[in-house]
């Protein structure tokens, strides 16, 4: 019977094997053809479908290429089993299908399907023969049975074919669904390392993000772990700093900076100096070392802690200056000196001393005024301690016990001496007198250096200082703006002295100056002040008025002995 559907287990059969095996008899239609004893199916997907039985042969076609079978393992050679009777083969029930060809088909339901056998672990893989062959005769099955082994491979003609041993059945070496005889099964698929180190990685991130959280949550709630507190803190890291800085300057200028305790004549203050030289010289203000001028004792303390005794060298109190001298000290820094005719407002400075008897304070601020008249002292009711100083002005905190301490510049260079502050509801350290000790409001006031300077060494090389005088004597209770030239002087001298500088320029009593080179005066003080900022043989342009009209003279300043 013939439905359309292929027989995928008929198998055509090489040459050499077709022609030993005898033609079967004719059988009857619907009828399966068995497959004759002893013969090897041999497998050949590469075929086109045989001719249907009883038609004459096709010649033997030219042989040409093949595709390659298959690599296969080679049959060891086997001992030939002995001969079978051939028994008789019955005719197939329906005509071949010419598309029996796996894997296009299958049994029909009349017959099962034989069961897939597998070859048995030691049976040795067939190896298919890719000779070419004339067209395949097909072999007729029965019913499931056992088949015999196919051969290896087919000797050529006249050749005596190789002992064989046993083989597994025929339907061994077909399995669409398997790998196919002697194919070795693959290896087991190992699992991946590094998708299990993923996995483990993404575990553990995941449980001590739950410990951290969990320990987190408690330390928040319950303020840290049982134990000794210990609080963080930065380490000390670098301790230079910048020499231009106020830390810098202040770590230069403090072994040259001094604190002084004066007592004597039933009184005592505290003040502030600074060395000049090796030979133990140390500037200050008058008003500090005043109560010592007769037979008082002074203390020197250096910034170190170590004290020496000091002597009074001399003093000027016009000049509110004053040096002493500490012997047998060594290791002595003493300060550079500036320039302060370069200072300008808006410059920064840095004051040192002991205000309140504090010692090694160190505060910084600006220069906020040069050039500012100021009068000090006057504690004494004669007039002879008032001082005249055409100061710099600073807001830099200076407070009583900062007089006779250096006033640097960015450079740690001394530019002035700190000398007086002006205080809110009285006067203060250096002021004019009896309002108490005040603080600081930002008005503080110190000696120019270049002034300081030429007291100081006139100071150290006679003992006294020299001020410049222009010989008058000036009317102080004149409240016009200028300063006014006296009818007549003190105890009835004359108020312009004669051949003074005064009298050579040309001045007369009633003059009212009022510029020294070009700036203005506004009275007596501001005249002195602007005189006292010069040196005697300077010489000076006026400008007065007299009887209205308004005259310029130029005088050469005098000396005179200060005190």
Do not use: C
């Not at 099962?112 to 067939?126: D, K």
């Not at 088949?147 to 050529?156: E, F, I, K, R, T």
């Not at 830099?396 to 960015?410: E, R, T, V, W």
């Not at 930002?442 to 001020?467: C, D, S, Y």
């Amino acid at each position: 019977m013939d439905d359309g559907k292929p027989n995928w287990w008929s198998r055509p059969s090489t040459p050499p094997e077709a022609a030993r095996i005898p033609t079967p008899p004719p059988a009857e239609e619907d009828d399966f053809p068995l497959q004759a004893p002893g013969a090897a199916p041999k497998v050949d997907m590469t075929k086109d479908a045989a001719p249907a039985p009883g038609s004459p042969a096709p010649p033997e076609p030219t042989p040409a290429p093949a595709p390659e079978a298959a690599p296969e393992r080679a049959a060891e050679p086997q001992p030939e089993p002995a001969p079978e009777p051939v028994a008789a083969r019955p005719q197939p029930l329906h005509e071949p299908d010419e598309y029996r060809t796996p894997p296009y088909g299958e049994p029909g339901p009349w017959a099962p399907a034989p069961p897939v056998q597998h070859p048995a672990a030691s049976a040795p893989a067939p190896q298919a023969v890719t000779a070419p062959h004339p067209a395949p005769v097909p072999q007729p099955v029965t019913a499931p049975q056992p088949v015999p082994a196919p051969q290896a491979a087919v000797p050529p003609q006249g050749a005596v074919p190789p002992p064989q041993g046993p083989v597994p059945p025929a339907w061994g070496q077909y399995d669409p669904w398997g790998t196919g005889p002697g194919a070795v099964p693959p290896p087991a698929r190992k699992k991946s390392r590094r998708g299990l180190a993923l996995v483990g990685a993404l575990a553990f991130a995941l449980l001590t993000g739950v410990i951290g959280g969990g320990v987190g949550a408690y330390v928040e709630r319950n303020g840290g772990i049982a134990g000794a507190v210990e609080l963080p803190q930065t380490d000390a890291g670098t301790t230079d700093r910048a020499p231009d800085s106020v830390a810098g300057i202040a770590a230069r200028a403090l072994p040259g900076v001094v604190t002084l305790h004066v007592s004597g004549g039933g009184s005592a203050g505290t003040g502030t100096g600074f060395v000049l030289d090796n030979r133990g010289h140390i500037l200050t203000n008058n008003h500090v070392v005043d109560a010592a001028s007769s037979s008082g004792d002074i203390t020197v303390t250096f910034s170190s802690g170590e004290t020496a005794s000091a002597k009074l060298i001399g003093k000027d109190a016009g000049y509110d200056l004053a040096v002493v001298q500490v012997t047998r000290v060594t290791g002595l820094k003493p300060l550079p000196l500036g320039n302060s005719d370069a200072v300008r407002v808006g410059d920064p400075v840095v004051a040192i001393g002991a205000p309140f008897d504090l010692s090694n304070t160190v505060t910084s601020g600006i220069i906020s005024a040069k050039e500012r008249p100021i009068t000090a002292g006057g504690e004494k009711g004669d007039g002879s301690d008032i001082s005249y100083v055409d100061a710099l002005q600073t807001d830099a905190p200076i407070n009583p016990g900062n007089s006779g301490g250096p006033l640097l510049d960015g450079k740690g260079r001394v530019i002035g001496i700190n000398s007086a502050i002006r205080a809110a509801g009285g006067s203060g350290d250096g002021e004019g007198g009896g309002g108490g000790q005040a603080g600081s409001i930002g008005l503080g006031f110190a000696i120019p250096i270049n002034q300081g300077k030429r007291v100081a060494e006139e100071l150290i090389n006679t003992g006294k200082a020299t001020h410049p005088v222009i010989g008058v004597s000036l009317d102080m209770q004149f409240t016009g703006d200028g300063a006014r030239v006296g009818d007549k002087g003190k105890d009835g001298t004359p108020a312009v002295t004669p051949d003074g500088p005064a009298a050579k320029a040309g001045l007369r009593p009633g003059d009212v100056i009022t510029k020294v080179d070009g700036q203005r005066v506004h009275n007596g003080e501001e005249l002195i002040v602007k005189i006292r900022a010069h040196r005697p043989g300077d010489a000076l342009a006026l400008t007065l008025t007299r009887d209205g009209r308004e005259l310029t003279r130029t005088l050469t300043l005098g000396s005179a002995q200060g005190g």
